[in-house]
């Protein structure tokens, strides 16, 4: 009989999470605790992989909710193995389901997708009793299974054995820094955009999180000292109500706090009449992910939007005094120069330069195995081999000149980010580099006291 009621016992790793505090461990910690159990946390993103506690660990759960996660996360595989050989490796989150066969072929034992909190714990129980029977939710070698979704009894996440607060990223809004925490009122989507890794785990499904919940997870961050919440749903207006509800509740409680949340542009046109409210009680900045202007792009990306749409959402957020902060998808196989220049065109004509973070000028799309988009007859043509230690397709551009164009946009956008420099300064120098001006313009910017828009300083989406 394994005994993982020790402390240390079980050791959960956060690899990254778009420079959040960890919900992808804080939930399940939540979850164990209420089983009787003692994990501790490493997030690696922000603090060193402690081999000590990790060797000590019998049972170690490894987060791996986005790309970047995943690749940080085989690392911490193979050290696992160096120092712990014995111990039980489960990847959980997006990724994790995506990727079950390469991850069980390199070290992990056993992987879980969607709801993974119930079955991690399930999982658990089942190594303290030595059963040896398979687990819903839960892929081993040979015992495939499918992701869970199953609606969950969900714990108040634990957020205590996490770095605090302030080590992750922060709000900017009016020249000043503020400590921002992070929630997830539903998990899941509605939509079925083919680019994105949620519906090959969701299928177009979605669930909400108990208002009583994402409001006590708000409350212990706030004694923590956050001052502004971004909510980190997948699409905050996917349940009507319940966005509402729960804002109402947090403003209620406290009225000071700002938030940020992310939404669809149609759901920013259908929900056009709730945005003042949202503003009201102290929303900042809306997270929309427009991806192209290219009509062709977002038909094969399923956007269910179109260039007019953005324009439209552009001036509702707006009108009802929210920063609308769009993001983009801006090389893909589609993508000619024209439609790169049209997004650069669009930023500096609506005013959002600083709206848009320069990472963005340089995103090439992934083509995750699993992915819709991967077997999308329009990308077959295109697509490579798998590159299974990148987790992604291969792709190439029709125009060599399109694939040459992003490496340079991606050199220029890490040196700019590395020396600082202004953002707008690192717009206008992609703008002529995507306009060909040979000698460039001479440099445009914007000044330097000016009052830029309300963000989180961690700039990366993936």
């Known amino acids: 009989m394994v005994d993982l009621r020790g402390e240390g016992s079980i050791l959960l790793v956060s690899c990254y999470e778009l420079g959040h505090q960890p919900l992808g461990v804080a939930m399940p910690v939540g979850f164990l605790r209420r089983a009787g159990y ?76 969607g709801e993974y909190e119930g079955p991690l714990v399930a999982l658990v129980e089942s190594m303290e009793s030595e059963t040896g029977a398979q687990v819903a939710g ?31 990223a922060q709000l900017e809004h009016n020249g000043q820094r503020r400590t921002a925490g992070y929630v997830e009122a539903s998990r899941g989507c509605l939509h079925l955009c083919t680019h994105c890794p949620i519906p090959p785990v969701y299928e177009g499904r979605f669930f909400t999180v108990p208002p009583d919940v994402v409001l006590e997870d708000i409350r212990r961050q706030v004694r923590a000292g956050a001052t502004h919440i971004t909510f980190g749903d997948p699409d905050f207006l996917n349940g009507p109500k ?29 929900r056009g009449e709730d945005l003042p409210e949202f503003a009201a009680a102290g929303c900042l900045f809306i997270i929309s992910a427009v991806e192209s202007l290219s009509e062709k792009v977002l038909r094969i990306f399923d956007k269910q939007h179109t260039r007019d749409d953005v324009t439209a959402a552009l001036t509702i957020v707006r009108d009802a005094g929210i920063a609308l902060q769009p993001t983009w998808v801006v090389f893909t196989p589609w993508t000619t120069r024209e439609d790169y220049c049209e997004v650069l065109d669009f930023i500096e004509a ?32 295109h697509r490579g081999p798998l590159d299974e230690a990148a987790f992604s397709y291969r792709w190439t551009h029709p125009d060599p000149r399109m694939d040459l164009l992003q490496k340079e946009v991606a050199r220029l956008v890490e040196q700019a980010t590395q020396a600082g420099e202004d953002t707008a300064t690192t717009f206008y120098r992609v703008l002529d580099l995507a306009h060909e001006r040979q000698p460039p313009v001479i440099v445009r910017s914007l000044p330097l006291d000016r009052r830029k828009a309300p963000r989180l300083t961690e700039s990366w989406f993936c």
């Open 242 to 270: 319940h966005s509402l509800r729960v804002v109402r509740a947090m403003h209620a409680e406290f009225p000071m706090l700002t938030f940020d949340f992310t939404a669809k542009v149609e759901h920013l046109l259908n």
């Open 138 to 168: 839960v892929i081993r070698r040979q015992q495939p299974a499918g992701p869970n979704l199953v609606r969950l009894s969900f714990a108040i996440p634990e957020r205590d054995a996490l770095p605090t607060l302030d080590k992750y």
């Open 38 to 113: 003692l994990p501790v946390a490493i997030d690696i993103a922000v603090e060193k992989f402690d081999a000590e506690i990790a060797s000590r660990a019998r049972f170690v759960g490894i987060s791996v909710p986005m790309h970047t996660a995943m690749r940080l996360g085989v690392r911490v595989i193979e050290r696992l193995r160096e120092i712990n050989p014995h111990c039980h490796i489960c990847c959980y989150g997006l990724y994790a389901a995506l990727n079950s066969e390469y991850l069980l072929t390199h070290g992990a034992d056993s992987c879980i997708g």
């Open 350 to 381: 609506n005013g959002l330069i600083d709206h848009v973070d320069p990472v963005q000028y340089a995103i090439r799309l992934l083509i995750p195995p699993g992915s819709w988009l991967a077997e999308h007859p329009e990308t077959l043509p």
